[in-house]
DNA sequence: AACCCTATTGATCGAATGATCTATAAATCG
DNA sequence: CGATTTATAGATCATTCGATCAATAGGGTT
């Protein structure tokens, strides 16, 4: 099973020391989150250390455990990732409904549709992290709720949307990135033509202008 | 990092032995399958054999390594999983469009809305498998692209669908097994209206009857 | 009931892995 | 420049892992 085994490069030409703690706990982190996106949690604290150019031993100095380590990428990778004016932004009824949306899944698509992010959040997934759930369940009620009581405000159709339907639209985008980054099959470079006929399609058939 | 550990269940209750091997071989390929979509492909043969009620050792006398058995696990996951008169049954014109979309979509979803497939699919794409990218590329060419041309046969709005607009119907649904089996959160019991509003959005925008 | 074939077990090997501990040397301070 | 601090390296431990192999026993045949 050495398919992700990682003789693939070690950063540093190597042979520097003695870093001010913060900096070599941050270039630690920094270099968990990628390579740990790359082969998976269950990666080797060896192939880690090598990849950073320290010691094994070193890590040890810095987290207890290789536990912590994945608690620190999971903090760094997850931190602020959903800005918490979205929200309001979202039900801002100044701005046409379809301005909103547009805006929303541009600035959220080039959040997520990141390497690091997009692997992290799907490998720690399968894990059955909670983290993932706690996820999923704040993007439905703080962001895809709102977003289905504006749609139906706006709405001319005689049909309704349901939480699902909202599902299947924000599906369809992040899908994108799941090809992208996870089965590494070619997707267009810029996604946002994509997602705004996506959104234009969602919101036409219920009559939203 | 124990989070899948398994001392879950031995499905045996213990001694019982000298299977037919035709009989074992297909019990371990069986019970693998279930295990490495629990666990992942980093799965240890030592718990694949407890969950089977059999000792390590007699894995490694059906299969020559555990690479092998992971091959044998592909092969039973993957194997006919797309029919392949789809093709044909997706270009009959005899039937309408949207029935024809909506029979595929059914029958698929049941097919891969399915806790294994879903898991080893994902955890083999997050692994780099050349099995995905070609799946994916099959996916591609023998059924989306063929529906593509199907819709512009059938459409009559002015705007005419690219493959990026099929993909993301298609991802728009497939993302309804990844949220209930992957992020494990809850989905319809049953997609099937789901899947006939997605569809419907997308015919109508394009102007399809 | 004795025999034989072979499916299965149990013990074990060598490598790899997470983690610990002591020795070393880079930087800072007086 | 010498002493002190401590970030880092190197050696090593206890487990765990995939894999091997000789010993055992299930069960069909005669």
Known sequence: MDQTSSEIAAAEPAE?????????????VEGAVTFFADVGLEGKTRDLAKRLGITQSLLFNYFANKAEIIEAVYAH???DRLSDDWPRRLTDRSVPLRD???TFYTEYSQLIF?????????FSGLAGAELNRRYLHHMGTVILHPLLEEIRAAASAPVDPQMEDIW????????IGIRRHIYQVPTPDDPSEAIAH????????????
Do not use: T
């Open 16 to 28: 520097r020391r003695r870093l001010p703690p913060e900096e070599r706990r941050r270039q630690i």
């Open 77 to 79: 990778v997850y931190l």
């Open 100 to 102: 909103r949306l547009l």
């Open 114 to 122: 990141e390497y690091e992010w997009m692997r992290i959040f799907m």
């Open 168 to 175: 299947n639209l924000h599906g369809g985008i992040v899908y």
């Open 198 to 209: 996506a959104v234009d399609r969602f919101l036409g058939s219920f009559g939203v202008v």
